[in-house]
Structure formats: C-alpha cells, structure tokens
C-alpha cells in the first residue's frame, strides 16, 4: 500500500526542541519531493517547505524560512520536521505530502498528521 | 503572493442536491489549481488537479472547471460522505503555492 506515515502527537513546552517524522512506504521514496503542511486549529492549510529525498535538496515556504528545519534519510525512506525552540504558536497539526509531478506543486498523498501542543 | 479566496465560507445542502463551491485567484493562474477534500478528524484528499483533472479513485461526481481566476468545484449530488471541508490550491509558480482558507458543506 502506498502511504505516509507519520509518528504520534505531542506535547512540549515552550522552548522546547522537536523533531517529527515521516515514513513512505509502497512507492519509491527518493524520487518524490515530500512537502509539510501545517494547519492551525480552526484554520486552513499552509506549506512549510518540501524536501527530495534522494539529496535532500530542501526549499522552504519564505514565510517559515528560519522557523522549521526539514530533512530527510533516504537509506530509511523518511522525512523530518525539526524545531529547535518551539513556541506556543507552533500548537497546530502537521502533515506530511507528497508532490506528484515535479514541475508541479500540488500533494497527492498525504499522511494522517502529527499533532504538536506547546503549552507551559 | 496570489491570495486564493473561496465562497461560501458554509454551504448547506441536502443530500441529493448539487454543490457548487467557488474559488478565486487574485491574480491569473492559468488551470494551475488543484481542491482537496478534508473530512474532520482527517488527512486532506486530493480530488482535482490542472483545474478539472479527477484524481485517481475520484468518484465522477465531482467535477471541476476554470482557468484564469475563476474556479468552480461541483458536486453533482451530494452522497453523505460528502460532508466535509473542502480547499483550493493554486500552483502557478514553483514555490509560491498558496491555499484558500475553505468552504464548509455541511448538511442542510
């Protein structure tokens, strides 16, 4: 079966470190970029940056330049979203995607979500 | 950044009937727009890309059309897992990819 799956929720305070991940399975892994999309409670979807796999060349949304760190392992067919310092404004569920086609920028499987809570 | 906006923010039908969700670029996009389907409690769902391309496993009743900077997801008859929260995303520019913030259809 052709999924991603993501490691569970959780829950850190303010100032924290964080690392989530992202495991594809069923397909060839490196040949897709893999995005992260993030969703705030109550609200729509944003995407943080893409990673591909096979170099982990990364480009990330301008907006979360800074903010986010994303990587890969391309031996373990995993991808990463990594925060050194979290903030309560973090608080928000976290998916993993991938993009079909590179040349375009649309996700069309997606993993169930991680959802992150900081709160002292 | 193009802002996508969509309407209505809620949208009440009975099942049976037909939606029509409406989404707007403020600025050209050519076809480059895809809608995602999110049900509560899940993962989005990819349901049209290239503005009117069904996804693999779509059913046909949702269709799409459009170019430029307007667009239209239709539901020709609503099933009751239809219900849900449904996005638009334009993708003109690689790495400039922007969502709107949804319409709610939920059960009149």
């Known amino acids: 079966e052709v999924q991603l799956v993501q490691s569970g929720a959780e829950v850190k305070k303010p100032g924290e470190s964080l690392k989530i991940s992202c495991k594809g399975s069923?397909?060839?892994?490196?040949?897709?970029?893999i995005g992260w999309v993030r969703q705030m409670p109550g609200k729509g979807l944003e995407w943080l940056g893409i990673?591909?796999?096979?170099?982990?060349?990364?480009r990330y949304n301008p907006s979360f330049q800074g903010q986010v760190t994303i990587s890969a392992d391309r031996f373990i067919n995993t991808a990463y979203l990594q925060w050194n310092s979290l903030k309560s404004s973090d608080t928000a569920i976290y998916y993993c995607?991938?993009?079909?086609?590179?040349?375009?920028?649309?996700?069309?499987?997606w993993g169930r979500g991680t959802q992150v809570t900081v709160a002292s | 950044e193009i802002v996508m906006t969509q309407s209505p923010a809620t949208l009440s039908v009975s099942p049976g009937e037909r939606a029509t969700l409406s989404c707007r670029a403020s600025?050209?996009?050519?076809?480059?727009l895809a809608w995602y389907q999110q049900i509560p409690g899940q993962a989005p769902r990819l349901l049209i890309s290239?503005?009117?391309t069904r996804a693999t496993g779509i059913p046909t009743r949702f269709s799409g059309s459009g170019s430029g900077t307007e667009f239209t997801l239709t539901i020709s008859s609503l099933q009751s897992e239809d219900f849900a929260l449904y996005y638009c995303?334009?993708?003109?520019?690689?790495?400039?990819?922007?969502f709107g913030q949804g319409t709610k259809v939920e059960i009149k």
């Open positions: 995607a991938r993009l079909l086609v590179v040349a375009a920028g649309f996700f069309d499987l």
């Open positions: 069923g397909y060839t892994f490196t040949n897709y970029w």
């Open positions: 990673i591909y796999p096979r170099d982990s060349d990364t």
């Open positions: 600025q050209t996009i050519g076809n480059n």
């Open positions: 290239g503005a009117s």
């Open positions: 995303q334009q993708y003109n520019n690689w790495l400039t990819w922007t």
